[in-house]
């Protein structure tokens, strides 16, 4: 039954998986995410100093500087999360010009003037919202840029553009090319912008966002997030990274968490639960699939080889790596760690996501570096039940993965016992070969 179905991932699922990791506006997005983080932890941080009068009280000089200066202390969020979707578009337009061997200034330049022409909006007094240049335009920016970028690529395949004599520098002719090219663009943006305002009487950010509403609504819901934390260990288990699916994901938990920096920031209590920060602290708590269990039953296996594997393992498990136990054990396409790693390490994945739904632990607002298990929980949220969450992930893990690491052992035992006799038997052999063909006559 287990060789049917691996048979099914690798002839259906492992192809798609490999697409999408190679195509080339997937990959733009995902590393245009990644490139965010720096954001995400900055941004984070200005909120940590807002906190310290309420835990110190407000009658002291540190608490009163900090009140004093709140718009200081806030200019790094509003100069950088609070912009995330307008950096967004102009990487994910660096990258693919990159791809496709373009002008990396002119793409840049034109993925981010298609952006602002979909996201500015402008107060009655005519100063400049910032409301979609946020995370809420996230997929504005995605959009607008990927257009730009294959509308400045389709330009350059038809030559629509303007030749300047090889005596004029490169830098100047570069900036004549750019012109029929900013036209076409412009234009585009220009009519996109129009039929949004004037036709459907809305911003076109936020076309985007009642267009993913579903999918953001639904990763709002702790079955639909543990669905996914089983899916991404199934595509571990078949050797099929992750990653593949956070240029779905990623755009939604960096909005999710944006948002609760902005409600705990006027006062209120943050509500989305599913932020890259959980994702990785409670998500990947150890590694995906929650394996720490395993590599504890290693340290104390009679397997001599899987007492290897768990020494090697311990230090990266610590950190939430697990690509040692899981290709060293292994877990990777062996039937026996099946059960545990795909259905157990999804559902102990998502535990602390149902106590943060369910109002039993706060919401993330950080995202922390990798600083190591319990402590990274901790600073997602500063709030010690995450570290009882942690604690019942761990327990869990070692419990859930005890019967299939015995019954691996066993099995890893007989094969080490068979090799042992197969070597005593190969050196007996050859030390009577040897006897024989001694003359031991005096």
């Known amino acids: 039954m287990f060789n049917s179905f691996e048979a099914f991932m690798n002839k259906y699922l492992t192809p798609i998986a490999n697409k999408m990791d190679k195509q080339v506006h997937l990959s733009a ?19 940590i100093p807002e906190a310290i009068p309420n835990m110190i009280g407000e009658n002291n000089v540190v608490s009163q500087w ?7 202390i806030y200019i790094p969020y509003n100069v950088g999360m609070a912009l995330m979707s307008l950096y967004v578009a102009g990487v994910i337009a660096y990258h693919l010009a990159n791809s496709y061997k373009l002008d990396v200034p002119g793409t840049f330049s034109m993925a981010v003037i298609a952006f602002l022409m979909m996201a500015v909006d402008y107060t009655e007094d005519g100063g400049i919202m910032t409301t979609y240049l946020g995370p809420k335009g996230l997929f504005a920016a995605m959009f607008a840029s990927i257009i730009a970028v294959e509308l400045y690529r389709w330009c350059k395949k038809k030559n629509f553009t303007i030749k300047m004599p090889e ?14 090219i900013s036209v076409i663009v412009i234009g585009f943006f220009l009519i996109v912008r129009i039929v949004c305002v004037n036709v459907l009487n809305t911003m076109p950010p936020m076309i985007f966002t009642n267009l993913f509403a579903p999918l953001i609504g639904s990763l709002d819901n702790p079955f639909a997030v543990t669905f996914l934390q089983i899916l991404r260990c199934l595509l571990f288990f078949f050797g099929i990274h992750p990653s593949v699916l956070s240029p779905i994901t990623s755009p939604v938990t960096t909005q999710f968490l944006a948002e609760n920096i902005a409600n705990v920031k006027v006062g209120m209590e943050a509500v989305h639960f599913l932020t890259p920060g959980v994702e990785s602290a409670f998500g990947n708590f150890t590694g995906t699939g929650i394996t720490f269990g395993l590599v504890f039953w290693c340290l104390l296996s ?9 020494r090697v393992a311990l230090i990266p498990a610590l950190f939430g790596i697990n ?10 396409l062996n039937p026996i760690f099946f059960i545990p790693y795909v259905i157990c390490g999804g559902i102990i994945g998502t535990i602390p996501h149902w106590m943060m739904y369910l109002g039993w632990v706060k919401c993330s607002t950080f995202t922390p570096p990798y600083v190591g298990v319990f402590l990274e929980g ?39 016992s068979e090799y042992e006799a197969e070597k005593q038997s190969a050196i007996s052999a050859e030390d009577e070969a040897l006897l024989n063909d001694l003359d031991l006559d005096f």
């Open 29 to 47: 997005v995902k590393k245009a995410m990644v490139a965010m983080t720096p954001l995400l932890i900055i941004g984070s941080f200005c909120l």
């Open 66 to 72: 900090i009140l004093a200066n709140l718009d200081i």
């Open 167 to 180: 005596s004029v520098p490169d830098f100047v002719s570069r900036s004549f090319e750019m012109i029929p």
């Open 302 to 310: 009679k397997s001599k080889a899987q007492k290897q594997v768990g």
């Open 323 to 332: 690509e040692p136990i899981l290709f060293g054990a292994p877990i990777v």
């Open 378 to 416: 901790y600073l997602t949220n500063f709030d010690y039940m995450s570290l009882v969450a942690n604690g019942i992930q761990l327990v869990l893990s070692i419990l859930i993965w005890y019967p299939f690491f015995k019954l691996y052992e066993k099995r890893e035992l007989e094969k080490e």
